[in-house]
């Protein structure tokens, strides 16, 4: 079966910066689409960045240019930058991949990370 890990989080002041991982793991023939989600408390969960096979990455407005998502296809791996970090961004923050198995045929299915909490505050 497939598992998820994302890990980095932490309290940090604002201005700061962090690094999120999230690494996948299991009987995995292709990852597709990669991403990253945050729920804030009383929030609906959005979508904070998301990076293609091809390297192709679409942010969310609030985020732009100060959070850089990316990949590393080999150790199936996503990870997300945040910079300039403000009180707005805390959150929990959860990994989410497309990924394709192969057991006795292929099978893609979306999977998420346990989620890992980002605390921005002074």
């Known amino acids: 079966q497939v598992h998820l890990v994302d890990s980095g989080g932490g309290l940090v002041q604002p201005g700061g910066s962090l690094r999120l991982s999230c690494a996948a793991s299991g009987n995995i023939y292709r990852i597709n689409n990669m991403s990253w989600y945050r729920q804030a408390p009383g929030k609906e969960r959005e979508l904070v960045a998301a990076?293609?096979?091809?390297?192709?990455?679409n942010y969310a407005d609030a985020v732009k240019g100060r959070f850089t998502i990316s990949r590393d296809n080999a150790k199936n791996t996503v990870y997300l930058q945040m910079n300039s970090l403000k009180s707005e961004d805390t959150a929990v923050y959860y990994c989410n991949a497309y990924i394709v198995v192969y057991t006795t045929k292929f099978s893609g299915s979306n999977y998420w990370g346990q989620g890992t909490q980002v605390t921005v505050s002074s």
């Open positions: 990076i293609a096979l091809s390297g192709n990455t």
